[in-house]
């Protein structure tokens, strides 16, 4: 039934947000529309992608204003890492492209490892590595 999944986030400027998720290591993919309005960033070879889309876009295809994420969250993406040290470097990339580190890099009930940021935009991420071996 479902061939792709796209997760549609509003953002204030495409081109900061584009370098912000260049520097975390995601790569874009052209689609259809105009890039300087819409980008779609692929987060996993299994067609997930997130739709970066300018404000007014978005609220054009949501017909609903937008969330203030400095007062509350909407979502949190998480996204899986292969390595406690992949967590660790998505942490400090996104600490140096000018994102928030929230939650440190940090063990969780003795099988997951994780961190969280916000992006330039305010929206919550979740990177986390899960030793299932470890797991009681």
Known sequence: MTKDIW????????????EFF????????????????MLCM?????NIAVMLCGEQL?????QH????TSK???????????SRGEVDDLAEKAAAAGGTVFGKPAELEGWMYSCGFTDLDGHRWNV????????K
Do not use: H
């Open 42 to 46: 692929m987060v996993s070879p299994k």
């Open 72 to 82: 509350g969250s909407e979502i949190l993406i998480s996204i899986d890492a292969e």
């Open 7 to 18: 997760l549609s986030l509003p953002v204030k400027d495409i081109n900061k947000s584009k």
């Open 22 to 37: 260049t520097r975390l290591g995601f790569t874009f993919k052209d689609v259809p529309g105009n890039p300087s309005q």
């Open 58 to 62: 978005f609220r054009g295809f949501t």
């Open 65 to 68: 204003e937008i969330s203030d």
């Open 128 to 135: 986390l590595y899960m030793d299932m071996s470890a797991r």
